[in-house]
């Protein structure tokens, strides 16, 4: 089986968005785990952990912030230089 795919990079980037946003707006740990319903450390591995994170974890935390998932979500990421898709092999 392989092992499970995960970008620390664009998580350390996501992450420090949603801290800077949380920070901005003065929108305390606490306050999310109110908005959201989650644990404290539920918060904390989504927006301070390291580790991977859910989708619908990451739009719980952005409604919290009162924050469009876009704008925590406009970076560039290095696209790899891949083979002709298998349509194209022939």
């Given at each position: 089986m392989a092992e499970q795919y995960i970008?620390?990079?664009s998580l350390n980037i996501i992450r420090e968005k949603l801290w800077a946003v949380s920070?901005?707006?003065?929108?305390?740990?606490?306050d999310i785990q109110d908005r959201t319903?989650?644990?404290y450390s539920q918060v904390y591995r989504i927006v301070?952990?390291?580790?991977?994170m859910?989708?619908?974890?990451f739009i719980a935390v952005c409604k919290a912030l009162?924050?469009?998932?876009?704008k925590i979500l406009?970076?560039?990421?290095?696209?790899?230089?891949?083979?002709?898709?298998?349509?194209?092999?022939?």
């Open positions: 970008d620390i990079d920070n901005e707006k003065k929108i305390t740990l606490e319903g989650f644990s301070r952990g390291d580790n991977n859910s989708v619908s974890g009162e924050v469009q998932p876009s406009d970076f560039e990421i290095e696209i790899p230089k891949y083979q002709p898709t298998r349509k194209n092999f022939k």
